[in-house]
């Protein structure tokens, strides 16, 4: 893929003082396009300066939602050398959620190549703090101007960079979580495998609910029987039992997170018992009541590792650990970060140098 570079005549002044989240935005983007009148497929790769981008008002996106996305980061090292963290599992999830929307496929390679091209020409924007990273969303929707219900003919694929700074900006401190038993985050047979705008926005009244009742974020439960484990905010989430790790096993409800996969191998490396598998709610109660329950956490890129305190019900709270940071969480944590800034090394091949 042979992509042209025009740079900003106007480059923006790097942010100073606290990044927080998805608050900066660097100075160029990376951007490719599909059908029109330029010819069918994939065509005229481009990285170009930040700015508004018009959209024609009939645009498919903005009235059936064709729009997925991912996120990833790139981290500077020790060495000052700027690397990826599994850029190919999120360019393979990317695929996987275009499919399910009806999209037009981007080949991996050629995801991996435009985040890795636009994170090198704004290296300059990954933070060297502590706990720093430049967040990379690469986004995908549908922009040919019509309203039939049918997949669009043409669509635009953007990657945009986010400085942003340590996810714990007050320590690694546990979160409370309220268990939803009236709204759902997916159904069997919807979208909550595929990483899609719809899946956030259908979480946000239940978000809202829970914070107005003292909670930090929603525990998801099964569409069906209301019982089951799902996810955890926009985290996956696993559960410690003294013999056993267990997190919900993937279909097409639970997200494939790159971050769970990642724990996933790292507990079977350690040698303990990793299950994937039904967890429901009356088992975390049943465990927390015997002492066998120790810990309960989520994961997921931007905060890589979430231990829970306490797990709010109808039927009371469960304060797990003591409230506490776990050290299993804190362990995973500390393993995936080091290996993301190459204080450790990678023996598994995660990481990916940007020239």
């Known amino acids: 893929m042979q992509i042209d570079i025009r740079r ?12 927080g989240f998805g608050k900066h935005f660097t100075d160029h983007v ?10 069918h497929g994939w065509h005229s790769p481009r990285i170009e300066p930040y700015g508004p981008l018009p959209v024609d008002p009939a645009a498919s996106v903005l009235h059936y939602g064709q729009t997925i996305f991912e996120g990833l980061k790139a981290f500077k090292g020790q060495d000052g050398r700027v690397q990826l963290f599994r850029p190919d599992r999120h360019a393979q999830r990317f695929a996987d959620s275009a499919r399910r929307l009806c999209m037009p ?21 990954v933070p060297a703090v502590e706990g720093g990273a430049l967040y990379v969303r690469p986004i995908l929707f549908g922009t040919e101007a019509f309203l039939g219900v049918r997949p669009a003919t043409q669509y635009t694929f953007y990657v945009i960079l986010s400085p942003v700074g340590a996810y714990y900006a007050n320590g690694f401190n546990p979160v409370r979580i309220w268990c939803e038993r009236q709204h759902i985050r997916a159904a069997p047979g919807g979208l909550g495998s595929a990483k899609t705008a719809a899946n956030y926005v259908a979480s946000m009244a239940a978000a809202e609910s829970a914070r107005a009742r003292g909670y930090d974020q929603v525990l998801w439960l099964d569409a069906i ?4 484990l799902e996810e955890v905010g926009t985290m996956n989430v696993f559960a410690v039992f003294d013999d056993e790790v267990a997190t919900p096993a993937l279909g097409d409800t639970v997200l494939p997170g790159v971050t769970r996969e990642t724990v996933l191998q790292l507990l079977k490396a350690r ?27 989520g994961t997921g890129t931007a905060a890589v590792v979430s231990p829970v305190g306490v797990l709010g019900t109808d039927e009371g709270e469960l304060v797990i650990g003591g409230g506490k940071a776990g050290p299993l969480a804190l362990g995973l944590f500390d393993e995936i970060t080091k290996i993301q800034r190459g204080v450790t090394e990678d023996r598994w091949g995660w990481t990916l140098a940007v020239d």
């Open 8 to 19: 900003t005549t106007t480059p923006r002044t790097l942010p100073q003082g606290p990044l």
């Open 30 to 39: 990376f951007r490719m396009d599909y059908g029109g009148p330029q010819g």
């Open 105 to 125: 496929v981007l080949e991996p390679a050629d995801f991996v190549q435009a985040v890795r091209s636009l994170v090198s020409v704004e290296r300059a924007w």
């Open 225 to 228: 029987e209301h019982r089951y």
């Open 271 to 297: 040698g303990l018992r990793a299950t994937e598998r039904k967890v429901s709610v009356e088992e975390l109660r049943q465990a927390h009541a015997k002492g066998t329950l120790r810990e309960v956490f």
